[in-house]
């Protein structure tokens, strides 16, 4: 006997699978309009041309070196190679980390409207309080108890230093441009005084232990005592969260109604009153959660990456800034952001190898950064790119009969249209000078008569509303009169053949994807999914 709760559930079950297949079949099939597959596949397309423009300008610095073109094809292997070695690996990963979170804090910013530049502070403010304890407490072993501690500090340092731009912007209309670049720079100073030795304010220059917490280089920490079991726990731990946060906004902004009311509100600030959303609470939230992300980067890259405190010397930490390519690249998309990341992660991992084997200096990078930037401004063109479906629809056209014979037919039909359009043109250009030939007199009359109207207007006790009413019909008489003599027969022509041929066109660029996605869905249903149809029939 049927059971009708187990009926129920195999009914439930059947129709979600039926939904994931369709939704399935639209993406193999090109059809599915998504924004983020289509902002997924803009940031692969504008990686890979950056990876192809920065092997054709390694050429030319090696010709501007050396005078002999060098090799891109070599630049880029070694570039894609080296990244993934056995040595590699694990910086590789961190860096994904270290630029996924980056990249989130800048997008999650920019999909509400705001702008923070402030991430490089917002990782570095957590640091100095986390190696300050440390150096208090003369311990440069951490335990993975302390490094969880120090995470959970920098995500609240993090968030507060977001929070400090939220409530200036909120409640004091502070610019959070103005205001995360002030931080960034206050930061960096206090950083470079309590690092520095002749302060002595985290330890004694007289201490004899100095050497293990300060570097002999100003305004460095020495190198955390982390081992390397400790390193890879954190890395995946970090590799995880990235990918989890990632796709709990991308869920957000996709399905709820908070996501699309900020998506709203990043695209106009007032469209705030009208979603019901309190502003205030919105930009402190918002750039709070901007930076608690900015602050787990730096943790990452300050505790598990570098072990130390470096770069304070030359102002606010430079990556920071590079996060808003990472960013931009992706289009803002959080799903985005993770294949952003990892172009620029395969460049900061490829850098030492890069300079051992072909001799790159860290000069050459910013050149291929900037390559970025430019492929960035011209990301649209990346949206409507799509070589992998042109290239099957081509190869699916070139091989029916039936695309050969219309298509055979289309370009038969457009050779002879432009063939009587030729001849037929010159016949009615010779008819419409004729004609306004013939109606030159009705056309001085018209004019002789809307000036002397025109004149009537500057008399006094006249009637200005009738003479008004007078020019309207003698303008409008004019008119259907020029209708009537043909005087547009010529552009009215030209508009018709223009028309036409874009119809025609338009109908057979509308049958060539009709038969592309007839031919390809009956492929992918049955190589795909006839297995599935036919368990889907038995369960009905």
Not at 10 to 39: A, C, H, M, P, W
Not at 179 to 203: D, M, P, Q, R, Y
Not at 386 to 408: G, M, Q
Request: proline letters at 2%; glycine letters at 6%; one cysteine or more.
């Amino acid at each position: 006997m049927n059971n009708p709760k187990e009926n129920k559930f195999i009914s439930s079950f059947n129709e979600q699978f039926r939904d994931k297949k369709y939704k399935l079949q639209k993406v193999l099939t090109f059809e599915n309009g998504s924004s983020t597959i289509k902002k997924v596949f803009s940031s692969i397309w504008a990686i890979l041309v950056g990876i192809i423009l920065s092997g054709i300008g390694y050429g030319f610095y090696i010709f501007i070196s050396s005078g002999t073109f060098g090799n891109p094809f070599e630049f880029i292997a070694s570039l894609l190679t080296s990244a993934f070695d056995e040595y590699n690996i694990t910086n590789f990963w961190l860096y994904f980390a270290i630029f996924g979170f980056l990249g989130l804090a800048i997008a999650v910013a920019f999909k509400t409207g705001y702008f923070n530049v402030g991430v490089s502070g917002q990782m570095t403010l957590p640091a100095l309080l986390f190696f300050s304890f440390m150096i208090l407490n003369r311990n440069f072993e951490p335990s993975t108890l302390t490094l969880f501690f120090g995470m959970f500090l920098f995500i609240v340092v993090g968030f507060v230093c977001g929070m400090i731009s939220g409530l200036l912007k909120a409640y004091f209309n502070v610019h959070e441009v103005i205001s995360t670049i002030f931080l960034n720079w206050i930061i960096v100073s206090v950083g470079k005084w309590l690092l520095a030795k002749e302060n002595e304010i985290l330890i004694p220059i007289s201490d004899e232990n100095i050497g293990i917490f300060l570097s002999t280089l100003p305004y460095i920490t020495s190198r955390l005592s982390i081992s390397f079991d400790q390193i890879e726990t954190f890395k995946i731990i970090g590799v995880i969260l990235l990918v989890v946060l990632s796709a709990v906004f991308w869920f957000i902004y996709k399905n709820t109604s908070i996501g699309y009311k900020l998506k709203m509100i990043g695209l106009n600030k007032h469209n705030a009153d009208y979603v019901g959303v309190n502003q205030k609470a919105l930009t402190i939230s918002v750039l709070s959660i901007s930076g608690a992300l900015g602050g787990i980067a730096g943790f990452f890259l300050f505790v598990i990456k570098d072990c130390a405190i470096t770069g304070l010397e030359s102002g606010p930490i430079a990556m920071g800034f590079e996060s808003i390519a990472v960013a931009l690249i992706a289009l803002n998309n959080p799903i985005g952001v993770l294949f952003s990341s990892v172009f620029y992660s395969i460049i900061y991992t490829s850098k030492v190898p890069l300079f051992s084997e072909l001799g790159v200096v860290n000069e050459f990078y910013p050149i291929v950064t900037g390559l970025m930037i430019f492929i960035i401004a011209i990301a649209v063109i990346f949206s409507k790119l799509t070589p992998i479906k042109s290239l099957i629809k081509w190869i699916i056209l070139v091989r029916n009969k039936e695309y050969w014979k219309v298509r055979k037919e289309y370009y038969s039909d457009k050779k002879t249209m432009y063939s009587k359009h030729k001849t037929r043109v010159k016949d009615v250009k010779k008819m419409s000078i004729q004609r306004k030939k013939e109606f030159k007199n009705e056309t001085k009359n018209y004019l002789s008569l809307s000036e002397k109207l025109k004149r009537d207007l500057n008399k006094k006790d006249i009637d200005i509303n009738s003479v008004y009413q007078e020019l309207a019909k003698l303008k409008f008489e004019y008119n259907e009169k020029v209708r009537l003599a043909g005087l547009d027969v010529y552009s009215d022509y030209i508009s018709y053949y223009k028309n036409t041929k874009r119809e025609n066109k338009n109908k057979f660029k509308k049958y060539k994807e009709d038969l592309f996605k007839e031919t390809f869905k009956k492929f992918v249903n049955n190589k795909i999914f006839r297995n599935s149809n036919l368990v889907i029939e038995e369960e009905k």
